[in-house]
């Protein structure tokens, strides 16, 4: 039997690649964004969409209220951490109060599953695979945004019967990304243009996984609504360099690629690696990553931006 979901920032990045799992699998879809960063065209024709700001307590209370959701995914947030930090209190009213907004409303009339996307930014500054057993400690204010949308989630559980999972979400590529992250950078210049490309630290490593894989493993955490455990790592495992994904381009294109270090782009306080731990995801959901991280830029690369 199909549910009534409800989706914020169901338009944007990762959002409208879940919606478009979710109606696929008959699931009564709508979401709630304010298109900032997502867009229209993104969206299924199939799900309902409610324009609107996450901070607005009432207006949130009345989609809550008309559509009295069975599952509800959080994913709306400021996530761009130069953004955050050029705006701390913008990305404290967003990724904080409007997840409050968000809870209270469904306080008072409880989804049966919450799965908030919360990031690997709650982690501590460490070399090696993190699992969910680290102890939070941000590293910046887009982890301490995070981490407290993840006390508020905490409050909603213990006060009502719903069902409450976190995933802390590593770095994601793939179509539709919006912010200027350093993969859709990369790509960007060298659709562009032959010259060098000019980028910010080589040497820090990410954990990435392409967003139809985030997407999946987002259902199969709606799907499985696995009991016990209630926060999952969701990344791909596999630490990669910004000097090695130049050589995956190089790979792709057959032919070097002439690099630029731009102090601009340096990040005043910038971690050495980030890179999950996924095991609990995969045991609980069986889920890994169908797509490899060649695959992906390969099709940034080479195929035209669509819908």
């Known amino acids: ?20 799992r979710l109606v696929a699998a008959g699931e009564r879809v709508a979401t709630i964004d304010d298109l900032s960063r997502g ?40 996530h761009f951490i130069p953004d955050v930090e ?58 301490w945004t995070k981490l407290e949308g993840e006390r508020l989630v905490a409050e909603l559980a213990a006060k009502t019967q719903t069902h409450c999972v976190v995933a802390r979400i590593f770095n994601v590529v793939g179509r539709r990304e919006t912010n200027r992250h350093v993969v859709p950078e ?15 630290n080589l040497d820090s490593r990410r954990d990435y996984t392409d967003v139809l894989d985030v997407a999946a493993a987002l259902h199969e955490l709606l799907s499985a609504s696995p009991r016990g455990a209630d926060t999952f790592n969701l990344g791909s495992g596999i630490s990669v360099s910004v000097s090695e994904l130049v ?13 630029e270090v ?14 999950a731990d996924p095991s609990l995801l ?9 797509r490899s991280l060649k695959e992906t830029v390969a099709e940034l690369l080479t195929v035209p931006e669509a819908s």
């Open 86 to 143: 050029g705006a701390p209190t913008l990305a404290r009213d967003v990724n904080v109060n409007g997840t409050r907004a968000l809870l209270e409303a469904l306080a008072a009339k409880p989804p049966d599953l919450l799965l908030f996307a919360s990031s690997a930014a709650v982690y501590p500054d460490r070399r090696g695979p993190i699992d969910e057993t680290c102890p939070p400690q941000p590293f910046d204010l887009y982890g």
């Open 186 to 200: 990369l790509v960007a210049q060298l659709r562009r243009t032959n010259t060098p490309v000019r980028l910010g």
């Open 1 to 20: 039997m199909s549910k009534r979901v409800l989706v914020t920032g169901g338009a944007g990045f990762i959002g409208s690649h879940l919606v478009e």
């Open 247 to 259: 050589q995956i381009c190089e790979e792709i294109l057959s032919r070097p690629i002439e690099i």
């Open 39 to 78: 867009r229209r065209a993104w969206l299924h024709p199939e799900a309902q969409l409610f324009e609107l700001d996450l901070r607005d307590a009432a207006g949130i209370r009345r989609v809550v209220t008309q559509l009295a959701p069975e599952m509800v995914v959080h994913l709306a947030a400021m």
């Open 262 to 275: 731009d102090s601009g782009r340096l990040r005043t306080t910038d971690r050495a690696e980030l890179v």
């Open 282 to 290: 995969r045991e609980t959901t069986g889920w890994k990553p169908a």
